[in-house]
């Protein structure tokens, strides 16, 4: 299934699980950033110095918390990495506290011990939530999530995973992003 779109079947039982089935997590890629990685003189602590959100990223993400809440997911915890355009999309998606988690911030330009160890803090938080209640919400950065899963996303989609008997992260499925625009 990885790198294609659902089927309505196949989305409308995911929307089904993620209403039932506790321990669930999706991992969200920020909505619409144009662009690639951060410009130069990038700072964590100044959004200006980043890649930001367009005004149709800014759509997207508020989508994304409508569609959360017409399919009546029960979202426990949001956590989104420190990157502005990340905790601009988990806050307009409005379905709870974002906490800013350095687990989840980008690794595009990281070196590969830096990837490793945010992968590894990444599966820990994702790990804790195996038994949570409900579903618990990260939102992050393309190249961070493939690390995690193998999948691709775009902008604005989410990929639902959650920890199999045997430990591993297994991908449920994917919840397209939305479309903004014409």
Known sequence: MLGSAPSAASEARL??????????????RH?????????P????????TQRNLSA????QARMIGRQ?????????AVRSSRWC??????????????RPTRALDSVFTATQSDADRKRLQ??????????????????????????????????????VVRVADDGRLEV?????????GG
């Open 68 to 76: 959360l809440r017409k399919e009546r997911v029960p979202v426990t």
């Open 122 to 159: 990444a599966e820990r938080i994702i790990r804790a939530h195996r038994d949570g209640d409900g579903v618990l919400v990260l939102v992050g950065h393309q190249v961070n999530i493939t690390d995690l899963t193998s999948a691709v996303p775009d902008s604005g989609e989410g990929i």
């Open 41 to 48: 003189g990038f700072r964590l602590g100044d959004c200006s």
């Open 172 to 180: 449920v499925g994917h919840l397209p992003a939305p479309s903004v």
């Open 15 to 28: 929307w089904s699980a993620l209403r039932s089935e506790d321990g669930l997590v999706v991992l969200y």
């Open 85 to 98: 355009r990340a905790l601009d999309t988990a806050r307009l998606m409005a379905v709870g506290v974002v």
């Open 56 to 59: 149709d990223g800014r759509e």
């Open 31 to 39: 909505a619409i950033a144009p662009g690639t990685g951060d410009p």
